[in-house]
């Protein structure tokens, strides 16, 4: 998770949005949990884990990144790589914007 909120603090005035799925049944303990850590990102509890089987997701956790068009354009990341996949993301927004 620290890695999470670092990324969030880096790139959330360029646009990123952070949003995580947590399959805990338990909502109380996992918003304790998740304040506790200083999470600043919101998370939406998936009890049933509907959302990773949706994205076929085979490992916890599992990484998803999404354009701002909606497309999935990164799945079943490690932390390197979704670094990578992010940066890349924010700078094809910076290169669009700047061919305005």
Avoid at 23 to 39: C, H, N, P, Q, R
Avoid at 85 to 98: G, H, N, P
């Amino acid at each position: 998770m620290p890695h999470l909120k670092e990324l969030y603090g880096r790139y959330k005035d360029q646009g990123l949005v952070l949003i995580g799925v947590h399959s805990d049944a338990d909502v109380a303990k996992m918003k304790a949990a998740f304040t506790e850590l200083g999470i600043n990102f919101p998370i939406a509890q998936d009890g049933e884990r509907k959302t990773m089987k949706a994205f076929h997701g085979d490992s916890y956790p599992d990484y998803y990144v999404i354009d701002r068009s909606g497309k999935v354009r990164f799945a079943d990341l490690a932390n390197a790589e979704l670094d990578r996949a992010v940066e890349m993301l924010i700078k094809e927004r910076v290169v669009s914007a700047s061919r305005r």
